[in-house]
T-cell receptor, first 113, second 113 residues
Framework: GEDVEQSLFLSVREGDSSVINCTYT??????LYWYKQEPGAGLQLLTY?????DMKQDQRLTVLLNKKDKHLSLRIADTQTGDSAIYFC?????????????FGTGTQLKVEL | SAVISQKPSRDICQRGTSLTIQCQVD?????MFWYRQQPGQSLTLIAT?????????ESGFVIDKFPISRPNLTFSTLTVSNLSPEDSSIYLC??????????FGSGTRLTVV
């Protein structure tokens, strides 16, 4: 099957904005998510967006959704060293049945001083 | 949102042995999900566990290798049987959260030697 794709690595300077991109598989997906995984830790839900929305903002996080292109992005404003982690996008494909999360390949964000 | 207590957090096991991972949720949930995250990889769903019925396994995962118990609505175990080095991974449980997302346990890091 198709993969939910992300770029593997992103490096930014502290204070800059980070943009993490994701291409998902199912245009019928109802919910799309962004998770953060810090070293040695589980997954933390950062934010989600409904498929009928184009944008969602939550403090330093902005999610953009382009359903036509099946493209999802996460923008982190004023990136801090504590934002260094792996970021996963995830979808619940309509065609998959049930409530099964399909995860992207993950993007490792490195924040440099 | 539900809070999950997952243990052990890590273990080193000998080949041919088994490891049982426990997840305790602080509220009743219908479905619990078990994921595997191989080194440097994304998360892959192993199975979905409903209370009172057999778990539903994803393609590539079988009950003999990954038996699951779900004795009540707050608890589940995953056993990884007949361990080999290829089973070295992080195993995570997950439940649906109140806010349309999914909450994850902190993970169990398994190393097979």
């Amino acid at each position: 099957g198709e993969d939910v794709e992300q770029s593997l690595f992103l490096s930014v300077r502290e204070g800059d904005s980070s943009v993490i991109n994701c291409t998902y598989t199912d245009s019928s997906s109802t919910y799309l998510y962004w998770y953060k995984q810090e070293p040695g830790a589980g997954l933390q839900l950062l934010t989600y967006i409904f498929s009928n929305m184009d944008m969602k903002q939550d403090q330093r996080l902005t999610v953009l959704l382009n359903k036509k292109d099946k493209h999802l992005s996460l923008r982190i404003a004023d990136t801090q060293t504590g934002d260094s982690a792996i970021y996963f996008c995830a979808e619940i494909p309509f065609t998959g049945g049930g409530n099964k999360l399909t995860f992207g390949t993950g993007t490792q964000l490195k924040v440099e001083l | 949102s539900a809070v999950i207590s997952q243990k052990p957090s890590r273990d080193i096991c000998q080949r041919g042995t088994s490891l049982t991972i426990q997840c305790q949720v602080d509220s009743q949930v219908t479905m619990m999900f078990w994921y595997r995250q191989q080194p440097g990889q994304s998360l892959t769903l192993i199975a979905t566990a409903n209370q009172g019925s057999e778990a539903t396994y994803e393609s590539g995962f079988v009950i003999d290798k990954f038996p699951i118990s779900r004795p009540n609505l707050t608890f589940s175990t995953l056993t990884v049987s007949n361990l080999s080095p290829e089973d070295s991974s992080i195993y995570l449980c997950s439940v649906e959260a109140d806010n349309y997302g999914y909450t994850f346990g902190s993970g169990t890091r398994l190393t097979v030697v």
